[in-house]
């Protein structure tokens, strides 16, 4: 998990030390020093928060058959039609968080999406299309830097020194499920049906183009879990519980997807609440939603909106509403226990 930013020792230390040299030094100059200081480590601090999209070495064409179980999530994705949809909270509804006013009305297009979250299984597939041979045998989790070959470890690491600025899975984290094996990178035992978790946002939308598709936007996420009906949860309006969603359990201790097929939408998508929060393409910018003011620019530095609660902090009725919009911790160039994803695509790409 990701601690709030703190200044570095070495900062402080020069700070201690121009407040030492106070007889050498006016007050006022030793006041723009400290804060000249702990600007640049601030500005330090949030360009990593808020990184731009960074670049990933290119990933072999998309092969079904060298990835048959990605191949399968795409040729199933469920049809969006197009029409107008209610996005938002009701106003007045307890449940609602200000972020999520007001409640408007868009015309979305016809898009599919992703019956699922991606799987480890999935994610691995793309793993083994990148230019990286793992070397060894290590469990997701469990992995070290002699796994990987050394010019690829930023792509696949958290705990290096330095710690990279932008990796497309946290292998080493413990919440990781995708190890490796015999030169490939493989989900860890019984894992494998999972939804893969310790993705970084680029992670998920660089996975998602090698398959032709792409991110849902947020609003087409809220489209597809709330139906033109305007559902209160993605199965309709009973509160939440652990046969509608996969919710209240340890963390790491995830379910494989569709675990909870009474919590469908009519439409037939699972795990629309619970189970991880999905990363949208959206910046985090407030309402209401504009496809056109820079929110959808793939390339901006910002937070992204995640989507539909999780099963160890976002367990409560009112964070697993369709409308709910104010995930825990989205630092874009992180991985997350608590964060996967699912694809979407016009109606006019490929299946």
Known sequence: MIDQPKASSASLGSVETCARDENRMGTREIQLYVLTVFGLVWLSIASAVHAAFPAFPQAMRFNPKSAPKSAQQQASM????GGTYTIGAP???????????????LKIASFRIDRTEVTNKQFAEFLNALPVSPI????????????????????????????????????????ARIGMRDGLFVANPGFENHPVAETTWAGAVTYCAWRGARLPTEVEWEAAARGK?????????APPTTELAVIHRESGDTLAVGSTPRGATPEGLLDMAGSLQEWTSTLYRPYPYRSDDGREDLTQSGERVTRGGDYVFEVAADKLTTWHRTGYSRRVSSGHRQIGFRCAAKVSDPA
């Open 78 to 81: 469920v049809l969006i039609p």
């Open 91 to 105: 106003t007045g509804d307890p449940r609602a968080a200000p972020d999520a006013l007001p409640a408007h009305r």
């Open 136 to 175: 060894g045998t290590a469990l997701g989790g469990e992995v070290e830097p002699e796994n990987i070959p050394e010019d690829h470890q930023y792509l696949l690491l958290q705990y290096l020194d330095p710690r990279p600025p932008y990796p497309i899975i946290q292998l080493d984290d413990e919440e």
């Open 229 to 237: 009906e305007g559902r209160i949860y993605p199965w309709g309006k």
